[in-house]
């Protein structure tokens, strides 16, 4: 298939670009010039870039007429960490996700796929079920995915586009941004330095990278529309995954469990209903404990080099 990638440079977008490439799929992504591409750098002869970004569609419409892509699978959103939350540039956002799909409508692209996250829901319901559990954001983000959710599916139909929305948990793995817990954790014990983490009694549905990108190509990839997580459905204590690659490191002496407090209002249990996604045929690669041997020899070659 010929698919139009966006966010191809991210974290989640990487290891999707490297999947679909994988399957022989011809990848068009759209990167910004001052883009940072150090995740794919490997693979971008195998890409083909478009220059531009979500706010000017000068180039994708250039690039794309006449030879429009049979999926679009729409990953870019503003990530950057502690700001994202209850950042304005969400609102710009929802505006130019439906800008896009009612651009590669006009070019003749019949099916939309966009990304979305479990926070969307009431979060406090613990076990998320896409056709069960009450849909209650509670930020800014989370508010404007779900908008997005609503808008891209409604517009797709008054417009003949067919369309999905997927919805990522907790995603880990090797290319992960630093600040982020894993990374935090496994790089704070290579380096022999303590670790100081809430009490970790907080359960979540944690995702290997890999796993991760797999669902999104099969769901993308598939007929499905609608809402569809993209989870482990395997509940496990945040403090257990700190413990485990403390034991994986050899550095349990160094773990201080209950040096921070944790944020007010945090749920003790957030995990998701993977049944939709598996019927596509989807099954995760990677245990736990395999997925965060996979990340910690990441890490090292990091290191190494």
């Given at each position: 298939m ?30 910004r010039?001052?883009?940072?591409t ?18 000017d569609h ?24 502690g ?75 008054q ?95 160094l ?14 249990v ?36």
């Amino acid at each position: 298939m010929r698919i139009l990638l966006t966010g191809a440079a991210g974290f989640v977008g990487s290891h999707v670009t490297r999947a679909l490439l994988a399957a022989s799929h011809e990848v068009i992504t759209l990167i910004r010039p001052s883009t940072d591409t150090w995740r794919i750098d490997d693979i971008l002869p195998q890409v083909t870039i478009i220059n531009g970004d979500l706010a000017d569609h000068s180039a994708l419409k250039a690039a794309l007429t006449g030879k429009p892509p049979d999926l679009c699978l729409h990953l870019a959103w503003y990530a950057e960490h502690g700001k994202y939350w209850h950042s304005p540039r969400n609102l710009e956002l929802i505006g130019q996700t439906l800008a896009l799909l009612q651009l590669l409508a006009s070019l003749g692209c019949l099916r939309f796929v966009g990304t979305g996250t479990c926070v969307e829901y009431d979060i406090t319901q613990g076990y998320l079920d896409e056709a069960t559990s009450v849909l209650y954001p509670a930020s800014l983000y989370a508010a404007s995915k779900l908008s997005a959710y609503y808008l891209t599916e409604h517009l797709g139909r008054q417009i003949g586009v067919q369309t999905a929305w997927l919805r990522l948990f907790y995603i880990y793995g090797p290319m992960e941004s630093p600040n982020r817990l894993i990374p935090y954790v496994i790089n704070s014990l290579l380096a022999e330095h303590v670790v100081e983490t809430t009490s970790g009694e907080q359960v979540r549905d944690y995702l290997h990278i890999t796993d991760a990108a797999s669902g999104l190509c099969t769901a993308a990839l598939s007929d499905v529309q609608g809402a569809v997580n993209i989870a482990s459905s395997e509940p496990i204590a945040v403090k257990q995954v700190v413990q485990d690659i403390a034991q994986l490191i050899g550095g349990q002496d160094l773990l201080r469990l209950g040096a921070k407090a944790g944020s007010p209002g945090d749920p003790s249990v957030i995990y998701g209903n993977s049944q939709r996604l598996r019927e596509l045929g989807w099954r995760p690669r990677y245990t736990l404990k395999e997925g965060l041997v996979d990340t910690i020899g990441w890490w090292k070659k990091c290191y190494a080099a």
